[in-house]
Structures are given as structure tokens and as C-alpha cells.
């Protein structure tokens, strides 16, 4: 069964580094969303992307935050200057198609980032 | 802003029923979803309702909506230990859109 593989299942980083969380999407599929947990709290909506530009974001999606599909499998979620409350669980997500047909959102096992 | 809200603990005994309440603030809100997340793994959907119907039934699960009050549960008849996980509840105002969650109830399945 097709699903959406995440790496690093976990990834630890000094603060002010650079980090680069990816994705894997389902093949098929056309939409792709990045969503965060912090310990305790609840999953976040952070950005969607659809047709290799983002469709929204969330207030969290500041400019230390980029995405980008580079090469037509990977989905990528850079953090530019990493801070001590980015450590969350980053989870993405791909869904089929939208728009006038309810579409599953498919969720990644997360990536755990822990910013020291 | 808008909110998702559900109870955070939920016990129960193998082979009864569970029911997981979810409330949420946002009356534009056209889909309901419940998500299941296992140790280690994503989150997996559930099962989804929309927001013109008042129930959906899926094997052992049925979903209630009560779109006046906003109020969504979830009932797993026949609890099994392979329930035990943490169930999420979320919403969003269109078939493609960010999804806003709740908290998560964790399910714990005694036998």
C-alpha cells in the first residue's frame, strides 16, 4: 500500500542551524501539507502546497520557513535559523486531489526535530 | 481564533463501548474527521463526516454530529486492545484545506 515516508525519523541540531526536513508524497497525488507538534499540544497546521506554490500558511510559516518540491518526489521543509521552540514532531502529508471532491489528507510517521 | 476541543484520557474495559467526544467553534466547518495515531506511527484517518449529515456509521464506528451545538463523537463499539492509541478530531472548511486538530484523547484498553 502506497503511503508517505518522512526523514529523518529523528533529527537533533544547535540552535541557529539550518535544518532540512523531507518527504516523500504518495506518487499520485497532488497536494502536499506540512503540519507540527509540540510536546503536549496539538498538531498544527504550518503550509500547503499545490501545483509548486504554496497555497496557505499558518502564522507559524514565518520567513525561517521554506518549502520546496525539487525535484517532483520530494517534498521539503527547510528551517533557515533554527530556534529552541522549533523542537516538535514535523508531520507531512499528500492528498489526492481537492477542490470539488473530498480528498483524504495521507499522513508521514513524523520527523522528530529536538533543537538544542 | 477558531478551536477544536476534546477530553484528553479516556479508559475503558475490552469489549465495551468508547465514546470520544470533540467540540469545535468554527461554523463554517464542512468536513469533520477522526484520526488515530499508534506509537511511532502517523496519523491515520478514521473515518470523516460531512458537516450536511447528523451520522455515519463504518463497521464498529459511528460518527454524531450535532452541527447546532458543534459537537462531533466518535463510538468504537466492541473496544479491542488494538484500539489503545490517541484519537484526534479535526475540521477544516473545505475538501483540500488545512485541517485543525484537537488535542488528542489517548484510549487506554484494560482487558
Known amino acids: 500500500e502506497p503511503e508517505v515516508t518522512q526523514t529523518p525519523s529523528h533529527q537533533v541540531t544547535q540552535m541557529g542551524q539550518e535544518v532540512i526536513l523531507r518527504c516523500v508524497p504518495i506518487?499520485?497525488?497532488?497536494?502536499f501539507y506540512w503540519y507540527r507538534q509540540i510536546l503536549g499540544q496539538k498538531v498544527e497546521f504550518l503550509v500547503s502546497?499545490?501545483?509548486?506554490?504554496?497555497?496557505?500558511k499558518s502564522e507559524i510559516f514565518d520567513d525561517q520557513f521554506s518549502v520546496e518540491r525539487p525535484d517532483g518526489s520530494n517534498f521539503t521543509l527547510k528551517i533557515r535559523s533554527t530556534k529552541l521552540e522549533d523542537s516538535a514532531m514535523y508531520f507531512c502529508a499528500s492528498s489526492e486531489q481537492g477542490e470539488e471532491v473530498q480528498s483524504e489528507q495521507f499522513f508521514g510517521p513524523g520527523t522528530r526535530l529536538t533543537v538544542l | 481564533g477558531e478551536d477544536v476541543e476534546q477530553s484528553l484520557f479516556l479508559s475503558v474495559r475490552e469489549g465495551d463501548s468508547s465514546v470520544i467526544n470533540c467540540t469545535y467553534t468554527?461554523?463554517?466547518?464542512?468536513?469533520l474527521y477522526w484520526y488515530k495515531q499508534e506509537p511511532g506511527a502517523g496519523l491515520q484517518l478514521l473515518t470523516y463526516i460531512f458537516s450536511n449529515m447528523d451520522m455515519k456509521q463504518d463497521q464498529r464506528l459511528t460518527v454524531l454530529l450535532n452541527k447546532k451545538d458543534k459537537h462531533l463523537s466518535l463510538r468504537i463499539a466492541d473496544t479491542q486492545t488494538g484500539d489503545s492509541a490517541i484519537y484526534f478530531c479535526?475540521?477544516?472548511?473545505?475538501?483540500?484545506?488545512?485541517?485543525?486538530f484537537g488535542a488528542g484523547t489517548q484510549v487506554v484498553v484494560t482487558p
Open positions: 468554527d461554523s463554517s466547518s464542512t468536513y
Open positions: 479535526a475540521d477544516s472548511t473545505d475538501s483540500w484545506g488545512k485541517l485543525q
Open positions: 502546497f499545490y501545483n509548486n506554490e504554496i497555497s496557505e
Open positions: 506518487s499520485n497525488h497532488l497536494y
